[in-house]
């Protein structure tokens, strides 16, 4: 029971803060006074509205406001509970305890917060232009107490208008829940550092760690500065081939046509590819390519398409005798340095093969190789050297036991066969260069002759042999020849020694002479001059003799 005696003390302002949604418990003097003390509790709102009383001794009784009819409850210190506080309960909440004489109040401000919502982006476009303001997008977060604020960042780094490239607009709507929705915009004027440039909108709030959008990435619009042309096909290129131009543009879009210059002559294709076929050494040039709306914007490069004429004069298959010549050319027309080898078989000639008197040997496949810059030309020619065989000896070896071995060496082309007039055991060597030996294995029982006959297509040539059957047959053939080699060499000898002995004598009787004829002038006494002149004589004498 109140009476007219009893004095109202407010004491303080408590603040206190809750989470939308979640219960709060509002303290009623920080529950310092006992509930036998009081008399009366009453909990109320603002100035007017009325919560709860609870007398003592009594339970609470709640009023019937909507607001918190349903919602509220009181503890046995006195503190007021509500659950699930809304924006609506952002106000102050009054405890009046009534006490002894006195009645205390202790009013509380409750302050609710809620946290945005992550941002949202609407309004999105896709390109932007170089140098034209774009309105690139609007982000956008509600449900929020107190309002959220907005960031637009550029690669991480946060925007600001600057009233030129730069337009923010951000607008704070609050509904009849008192929750706000932050609304902002971004109009962008782009440059050409803008491609692949990463846009994001950051909701930053009091009561919550900052959110960022997913990233914004825009195509960036921009003419075409600068053209390039490439060749696609991978050279050297040859004759035949085809070569693949590419044109290609710095504008984005990019170009869909494109004008290509062949040969001096415009064509305008509607891509970027355009594709000569079977190009020959003519092609070789500059090319280009330019917009299609504009020459001035053009790009060239050059191809060159290689080329290799190999002509050797002598081609197919070449058939000679021994002892001809054979002259060998290649003529080469390249459009750059070429290498020129040689083989014969498989065989590497060091230059250009020469036959100045052919031989046997001569004979087989030549292959002329030219290469350059990735081309390669090969031409050959076959060289026969034929001619009708010749023996070119014939001899006998002593063989085992009373056998005796025939060799007749031939040489010719085709290959020669060999005829034996005897019967034996026969057998031939390895034909190389025009070279075969044949052999037989003979038992004769007496003195006989045998004859090696050789022949091919183009004549025969034969060859005797005489033959004992004496074991010493062998050695006294080359017997003979060594003794007829001794008498050759003992004749010459003596007829050497003969001369020598000769020109000996007649000096040996010159002196004689000449010490006579001064003996006999000394015992005459005859003038000097006399003896001279027989002197002279003498040796003019002498002289002639040995002439003769």
Not at 137 to 150: D, H, L, V, W, Y
Not at 178 to 184: G, M, N
Not at 289 to 312: F, G, H, K, M
Not at 348 to 358: A, I, R, T
């Amino acid at each position: 029971m109140l009476t007219s005696k009893m004095t109202i003390q407010v004491i303080g302002l408590e603040t206190l803060t809750s989470k939308y949604g979640d219960p709060i418990e509002i303290p009623c003097n920080k529950g310092q006074f006992k509930e036998s003390d009081v008399t009366l509790v009453k909990w109320k709102y603002d100035k007017d509205g009325n919560i709860l009383v609870k007398q003592l001794d009594q339970n609470a009784t709640i009023s019937t406001d909507v607001n918190y009819k349903n919602r509220v409850s009181i503890k046995k210190d006195f503190s007021l509970i509500i659950t699930q506080v809304t924006m609506a309960d952002q106000r102050t909440f009054t405890c009046m305890l009534v006490w002894k004489e006195d009645i205390l109040e202790y009013p509380v401000q409750l302050t609710i917060y809620k946290v945005p919502s992550h941002p949202q982006i609407t309004n999105l476009t896709t390109a932007m232009a170089i140098g034209k303001p774009t309105m690139l997008a609007q982000c956008r977060t509600e449900g929020a107490s107190p309002a959220a604020n907005i960031t637009w960042f550029k690669n991480k780094t946060p925007l600001m208008t600057d009233g030129a490239a730069i337009k923010i607009n951000t607008n704070v709507d609050v509904d009849e829940t008192r929750l706000s929705t932050t609304t902002s915009t971004l109009e962008y004027t782009a440059v050409k550092g803008d491609i692949d440039a990463k846009f994001t909108c950051q909701v930053q709030h009091i009561w919550s760690a900052n959110m960022d959008s997913s990233p914004l990435v825009f195509t960036v619009n921009y003419p075409t500065e600068k053209v390039n042309l490439q060749v696609v096909s991978q050279g050297p290129f040859k004759e035949g081939d085809s070569v693949t131009l590419k044109c290609t543009a710095d504008g984005n879009p990019p170009p869909s046509s494109y004008s290509f210059y062949i040969d001096g002559e415009k064509k305008t294709v509607d891509s970027n590819i355009y594709t000569l076929t079977n190009v020959t050494r003519e092609n070789t040039g500059d090319y280009k390519c330019s917009l299609v709306d504009n020459e001035d914007i053009a790009a060239s490069v050059p191809i060159t398409v290689e080329y290799l004429d190999v002509v050797l004069s002598t081609t197919g298959k070449i058939v000679k005798n021994p002892g001809e010549s054979l002259e060998v050319t290649v003529d080469v027309n390249a459009s750059g340095a070429a290498q020129t080898s040689w083989k014969k078989g498989n065989a590497k000639l060091n230059s250009l093969p020469k036959f100045d008197k052919l031989t046997y040997s001569d004979s087989g496949m030549y292959e002329c190789v030219v290469s350059m810059a990735g081309l390669k030309e090969t031409r050959t020619f076959e060289l026969v050297v034929e001619g009708p065989p010749v023996i070119k000896n014939l001899i006998k070896e002593r063989g085992e036991g009373m056998t005796k071995v025939l060799k007749c060496v031939v040489e010719g082309s085709p290959k020669p066969t060999v005829q034996w007039s005897v019967n034996g055991t026969s057998a031939e060597s390895a034909y190389e260069h025009g070279k075969v030996t044949y052999s037989i294995i003979i038992d004769p029982k007496g003195n006989l002759t045998v004859s090696c006959t050789a022949s091919n297509v183009l004549g025969a040539d034969i060859k005797s042999i005489n033959v004992s059957a004496l074991v010493e047959d062998v050695t006294m053939d080359k017997q003979d020849q060594k003794d007829e080699y001794s008498d050759q060499t003992t004749l010459a000898v003596g007829i050497v020694v003969g001369l020598m002995l000769a020109v000996l004598a007649i000096g040996l009787a010159y002196w004689l002479y000449m010490k006579k004829s001064r003996q006999g002038s000394w015992k005459t006494g005859e003038k000097e001059d006399g003896s001279a002149e027989e002197s002279k004589k003498l040796e003019e004498s002498q002289s002639q003799k040995a002439d003769v």
